[in-house]
Structures are given as C-alpha cells and as structure tokens.
C-alpha cells in the first residue's frame, strides 16, 4: 500500500523555524503534484502550499514569503521550510499527494503532524 508520513512538527516559539518532512513509500512509480495543507481547531483544512512534478509551485498569501515548499524525488520526500513562525500557524500538518502507483492513481494524505507555535 502507498503510504505518506509526515515528520518534523514539534513546539517553537513565535520566530523561530521548522522544517517538515513527508516520505512516501510502497510500490510507486510517480508522484505528480503534492502539497501541504493545514488544520488548526475550529478551522476548515486549507492548503498551505503545494507543488507539481516540474516544480512549479504555489502558496497560501498567509505563508506567502515565510514558507518554502521542495520536493527531492529520488527520495520520494515532500518538505516544508516554516520561517518566521506564528501562533496562527498552529496547526496538525498533512502532507498529500497525487501518485501513480500498482494499485492505480490515486490521491494519498498522511496522518499528520502537530505545529505548535506559542510563547
């Protein structure tokens, strides 16, 4: 089975950075576009920032210039480069992704990881 996990979230406080990982695992034979979306209590899921297979990339205007989204595909791996933290920006992260895999195409969501930003 196609898997996402996401790692990296942990407490900061407000200015500080975090980096987020997402890998993916089973038998895939492509991931085309991925992205990140957050969930914060009380909140809707938003997209946070998201990336297709060439690169091209864009951003929620509240992580606009603050967030930095990359993709290493030999490593199947989604990040997420968090600067300037905030306290709006608490919230469990969930990585997600359009894959090509055994199983067909498919879209896959990791479990999700705290972000906690606070003095």
């Known amino acids: 089975q196609v898997q996402l996990v996401e790692s990296g979230g942990g407490l900061v406080q407000p200015g500080e950075s975090l980096r987020l990982s997402c890998a993916a695992s089973?038998?895939?034979?492509?991931?085309?576009?991925m992205g990140w979306y957050r969930q914060a209590p009380g909140k809707q899921r938003e997209l946070v920032a998201a990336t297709t297979s060439s690169g091209s990339t864009n951003y929620a205007d509240s992580v606009k210039g603050r967030f930095t989204i990359s993709r290493d595909n030999a490593k199947k791996t989604l990040y997420l480069q968090m600067s300037s933290l905030e306290p709006e920006d608490t919230a469990v992260y969930y990585c997600?992704?359009?894959?090509?895999?055994?199983?067909?195409?498919?879209?896959?969501w990791g479990q999700g990881t705290q972000v906690t930003v606070s003095s």
């Open positions: 997600n992704a359009e894959i090509w895999s055994a199983l067909g195409y498919g879209n896959y």
């Open positions: 089973g038998s895939i034979f492509r991931i085309n576009a």
